[in-house]
């Protein structure tokens, strides 16, 4: 079963952008949906934007839309973040997850099977 490992994280000023890498260990993303989520403390992680490896379908909270991009690199097998415009809500630990999940329960955490570490985006005014 395929391991999703993050990379890309740090601080930053508001308004600054930042990369985060999701890439495959120990196999493909071939056939799953990679999603990106997000966690600050005492709250639940929530949905931030996910991609269909096959087909590049894509879905995104609104709260990030026109902001941030997801996108996939087939040859390198990895999925990548784009988040720019970043402001201080943003701060959070991101998740990259994989799993099997129909366009409509993207969101739902429940369908994913593979969580990575996790890595930390720290926005400041």
């Known amino acids: 079963q395929v391991q999703p490992v993050e990379s890309g994280g740090g601080s930053v000023q508001a308004g600054d952008s930042l990369r985060l890498s999701c890439a495959a260990s120990?196999?493909?993303?071939?056939?799953?949906?990679i999603s990106w989520f997000r966690q600050t403390p005492g709250k639940e992680r929530e949905f931030v934007a996910g991609?269909?490896?096959?087909?590049?379908?894509?879905v995104y909270d609104d709260s990030v839309k026109g902001r941030f991009t997801i996108s996939k690199d087939t040859a390198k097998n990895t999925v990548y973040l784009q988040m720019n415009s970043l402001n201080p809500v943003d701060t959070a630990v991101y998740y990259c997850?994989?799993?099997?999940?129909?366009?409509?329960?993207?969101?739902?955490?429940?369908?994913?099977?593979?969580w990575g570490q996790g890595t930390q985006v720290t926005v400041a005014l």
């Open positions: 997850a994989t799993g099997r999940p129909i366009i409509s329960a993207f969101r739902d955490r429940g369908m994913y099977y593979s």
């Open positions: 120990g196999g493909t993303f071939s056939g799953y949906a």
């Open positions: 991609i269909r490896w096959s087909g590049g379908n894509t």
